[in-house]
C-alpha cells in the first residue's frame, strides 16, 4: 500500500528532514469541505498557506461554487444523507459570503 493509501504524507520539519504527518482520511465530505475552503481563500477570507496573505480572487471563487454546485447535480440520488446536507449547507453559507464580499 503506498503512502498516500495509508493516510499519511512527507512534510519537512524545521531542519528540512522529511517527516510523516497523518492527513484525514479522503471520501466526499473531505473533498467538498477541500474546495469550500478554496472559495474561502479566494473571496480573502481565509489566509494563502502558501502565500500567507489573504488574496481575493471572486471569480475563482465563483467557478468554484459552480463546480460544487455541478457535483451536486452529477451526484444526486448517490449521496448519503449526511453528504446531501453538507452539500447543501457549504453551498448556502459560501453563497452567502460571496455575496457579501463582492457586493
Sequence with gaps: MGESEKGEARDRNEEGQAENIELPP???SAFILSLSTSVLMNLGL????VTKLKEKEPE????TIDLIELLKEKTKGNLTQEESKLIEDVLHELR???????S
Design 26 to 28: 479522503l471520501d466526499f
Design 46 to 49: 481565509v489566509e494563502n498557506p
Design 60 to 63: 475563482v471563487a465563483r467557478q
Design 96 to 102: 452567502l459570503w460571496y455575496v457579501k464580499v463582492v
